[in-house]
């Protein structure tokens, strides 16, 4: 699911005032612009990633020779394993 740009954006802010109110970074207005920009960027990528990651479970689920009904207990199982598996792929998750 793609968020919005103006949650994106609303992220982004929210982000970057913990990491301040949190004393973890000390920086001027004009950093403030590309450390957003690229808070922004990661966002998108990593919702990229989780959208291809959807679709090749997706297709996992569907080729296989016993048809599961979505969102029965064993398609959430075998999805879940799925999705676990393809993130290790991706280097999102460790084994």
Known sequence: MM????K?????????????DLDLI???????AAIRREIKRTI??????????EQI???KLLSLSKKLIEGSSEW???????YREEEIKKGRATG
Do not use: A, C, F, P
């Not at 959430?76 to 799925?82: A, D, M, P, Q, R």
């Open 26 to 32: 000390d920086i001027d207005e004009d950093e403030e």
């Open 44 to 53: 998108v990528g990593e919702l990229k990633i989780g959208e291809e990651i």
């Open 8 to 20: 994106i954006s609303h992220l982004s802010h929210i982000m970057l005032n913990r990491l301040y």
């Open 57 to 59: 479970v997706r297709r």
């Open 76 to 82: 959430e199982v075998l999805y879940k394993k799925y």
């Open 3 to 6: 968020l919005s740009e103006d």
